[in-house]
């Protein structure tokens, strides 16, 4: 798109954001509300809590929380892939509405020690959520391990191999290969069949490896790598390609666990997240392809209804003066004491963004 034809304003269906940490506590009680502020109303909200959703009762009592919350918003619900998780369970799930299962490799994420070393002994439970017509979500990292020569930057590469033999095993189960950050993963998922897909975060497609060595509310996992792989993941989202669509990772921390000595790995962009894809798109001269990016893409993979006008839209304002907020104070109705509320710092902090909502 030439920059002489770029619109005041863009009004647009709500997005659909497939990849989100909305925590627990008064973290959740947060950022929750603030989903629609970022221009999202459909979420897949991740299962990593403490305890992890690994029953069909945890999941759907945990979206009823956020239902509280976000009364407008449609949540679509996970469970963790754990050894409980059979094809049994599996069934109960599909029946009780829950969309998608999630995949942790061990030691890869925050909250991912329950998660998993072999994936060949899931293999029932994945025929069942084949059956089912549910989703396989993957963090698609192995774990680190200097003797097999697996370290963060190589992680997601290294794993591609499963997601091939998963693909496989079973062809008719909805994959996603979740927060791609290297071209070897966008050329993997391309080389598959249509039942795979990725999603590709905000900030993915700003940043490289320089941007989170020392900035730690850069710091995610998996991390971004090098500017070889930025530009295969802007490239493939400028080509519209329909199996790659918005999964934003936003997972929020207390700005003291980001600044510690080990800081925490999250990335938090849920109330600026359509304006940031917006100001990305704008610069790749392709904001023809944002609503599919935000949202077509997404909802046809997963099976959701097309949005019509019934649904209602949001109107992006191009204003090159609006930042993106310092921090935001996390909401603690516990915390009676008096001591200085935590706060979670917005990916881009004081940075100014070409769009707003």
């Not at 979420?43 to 990593?48: C, F, G, K, S």
């Not at 992890?52 to 469970?79: D, R, S």
Request: glycine share 6%.
């Amino acid at each position: 798109m030439a920059s002489t034809n770029i619109p005041e304003t863009i009004t647009l269906p709500w997005a659909s954001d497939f990849h989100c940490h909305l925590r627990q506590g008064a973290m959740m009680d947060t950022v929750t509300p603030m989903v629609e502020q970022g221009g999202v109303r459909t979420v897949l909200a991740m299962p990593n809590l403490t305890p992890p959703l690994t029953k069909t009762h945890m999941a759907v009592e945990y979206g009823q929380k956020l239902q509280k919350l976000a009364p407008n918003v449609h949540f679509i619900l996970t469970l963790y892939l754990n050894p409980d998780l059979t094809p049994e369970e599996i069934k109960k799930a599909a029946e009780a509405g829950i969309t998608a299962v999630k995949v942790y490799p061990s030691g890869v994420t925050t909250n991912s020690d329950w998660g998993v070393l072999d994936f060949k002994i899931y293999y029932p439970t994945f025929a069942a959520m084949q059956e089912h017509n549910m989703v396989l979500c993957l963090h698609g990292e192995c774990p680190s391990d200097a003797d097999k020569g697996i370290c963060i930057l190589n992680a997601e590469e290294r794993f591609l191999a499963t997601l091939c033999e998963l693909h496989e095993a079973f062809p008719k189960l909805r994959i996603v290969l979740e927060h791609a950050t290297t071209k070897a993963a966008v050329d993997c998922v391309k080389s598959l069949g249509d039942t795979v897909a990725c999603t590709i975060t905000a900030h993915h497609l700003f940043i490289t490896v320089d941007d989170w060595a020392g900035q730690p509310h850069h710091f995610c996992k998996p991390v971004a790598k090098f500017p070889s792989d930025r530009d295969a993941l802007q490239q493939v989202v400028k080509s519209g390609h329909p199996r790659f669509f918005l999964g934003s990772d936003s997972a929020p921390h207390p700005r003291q666990a980001k600044q510690g000595e080990k800081p925490a790995a999250g990335v938090f962009t849920t109330p600026v997240l359509v304006p940031l894809v917006a100001t990305l798109f704008e610069k790749l001269s392709c904001l023809d392809k944002l609503e599919g990016f935000i949202s077509t893409n997404g909802r046809t993979f997963y099976q959701l209804p097309s949005l019509g006008p019934e649904d209602g839209t949001i109107t992006l304002t191009r204003s090159a003066g609006w930042s993106v907020p310092a921090s935001y104070e996390v909401q603690d109705s516990a915390n009676t004491s008096g001591s200085k509320p935590d706060t979670v710092v917005p990916f881009m902090a004081n940075s100014k963004l070409t769009w707003s909502l």
